[in-house]
């Protein structure tokens, strides 16, 4: 369940601040098929990478990971 969440909020958070998954994954030195796995729910993200992805957007994990409704 928090999976669906955090693959539905990495979206929502990435099209909200008007970034492609390219930009993303070049920011974040990972690949764009990485992140595309990460919204469709293939894959989840290491600890390393998870919070890459939290500093990228300025964003909790809490947030992301779906135990707070606000970042």
Known sequence: MLYNVFMERLK???????FSQEQVAKVIGIRQQTISQYEKGITEPDIQTLKKLCDFFDVTSD???GFKDYY
Do not use: A, D
């Open 12 to 18: 929502e958070i990435r099209e909200e601040k008007g």
């Open 63 to 65: 947030y992301l990971l």
